[in-house]
């Protein structure tokens, strides 16, 4: 039986072993989920950051300097008033950087390390995985690993994939590049171990989700109909209900943001009055991704098998 889909046949026509494999591929395992949190916290909080600025245009051969300008207001004006609010919060986040974007902007992401934030793996030029010709995906991403540390002095211990898109070779980079964590599957609220073909892998997914995802709301594109102008109040009322549940359930909040879209006048008050939100409901931990990751994995209330 072969591993991949015949592609002559249709999926109605696919023996089982070729759909379980299809499913088993990057499939979530154990629950990482952990019976306490430190200090007595009721919730982790992972806030990130993606911080892509110039890297959408430039990875649709779109050299239009009104996109490129879009992208450059992500570092201009989003990233200061982002770090300004974070220090005053005194909340660490996780800034997920495409190569791309970190050699346009060396000095701001030497500023978000030195100032105590995680950096991540974000692809070389926020590409597409899934449409990459065969070993395009693993040399990026080395490469992409290599610019991040050349430019803060640590090794970036996790990942996000652009546009969450994980492709069936993406576990295996992972794992060759001895990441802690992954964050762009959606199979849990909360931490879970991924596995690879029903074997463990020691990798940490920290699930993100569109919900989450400010991109969803606000990502306005000039020449196609996606033009969701939602109001920053309605964004606000489902990330909180978001919060809501998960520090109900003792789980892990995990927000994803993007500085050109987040960081305009009206919409950065609404990460502003949600942090508030969550300090005013009980004890929360503020943390890094790689913290988090790093602590469901020594701490989780499911024993490995
Ligand atoms: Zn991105």
Redesign the pocket.
């Known amino acids: 039986m072969t591993d991949t889909p015949n592609p002559h046949a249709e999926p109605w026509q696919w023996p089982e072993p070729t759909w379980r494999n299809i499913v088993g591929r990057a499939r979530a395992g154990r629950s990482l989920a952990p019976t306490a949190w430190p200090g007595g916290a009721r919730c982790a909080v992972a806030i990130s950051f993606?911080?892509?600025h110039e890297?959408?245009p430039l990875r649709d051969s779109d050299e239009s300097p009104m996109r490129i300008s879009q992208g450059q207001y992500g570092n201009r004006r989003a990233m200061p008033r982002i770090l300004k609010l974070l220090d005053r919060e005194a909340i660490p986040a996780s800034f997920?950087y495409?190569a791309v974007s970190a050699l346009l902007h060396p000095e701001e992401v030497r500023r978000v390390a030195a100032a105590g934030h995680e950096i991540g793996i974000?692809?070389w030029i926020?590409e597409a995985n899934t449409k990459l010709p065969p070993g395009a995906e693993r040399d990026l991403t080395f490469r992409a690993a290599d610019t991040l540390e050349s430019l803060t002095g640590t090794r970036p211990v996790g990942m996000?994939t652009?546009?969450w898109d994980f492709s069936v070779d993406t576990l295996d980079i992972i794992r060759e590049l001895g990441l802690l964590y992954d964050s762009s599957l959606m199979a849990d609220d909360d931490a879970y171990e991924l596995e690879a073909d029903g074997k463990p892998t020691g990798v940490v997914e920290l699930p993100p989700e569109w919900i989450r995802d400010d991109?969803v709301y606000w990502n306005f594109v000039r020449f196609s109909g996606l033009r969701p102008y939602t109001p920053p109040s309605s964004v606000l009322e489902i990330f909180k209900s978001e919060f809501d549940g998960a520090y109900a359930e003792g789980g892990m909040f995990l927000l994803t943001l993007?500085p050109h879209i987040s960081g305009h006048r009206s919409r950065l008050p609404v990460l502003e009055q949600l942090i508030a939100h969550i300090k005013a409901t009980g004890p929360c931990w503020f943390a890094t991704h790689a913290d988090i990751a790093r602590y469901c994995k020594e701490n989780a209330a499911e024993p490995s098998a």
């Open positions: 993606d911080a892509d890297t959408i997920f495409p974000h692809s926020h996000r652009a546009s991109a993007h």
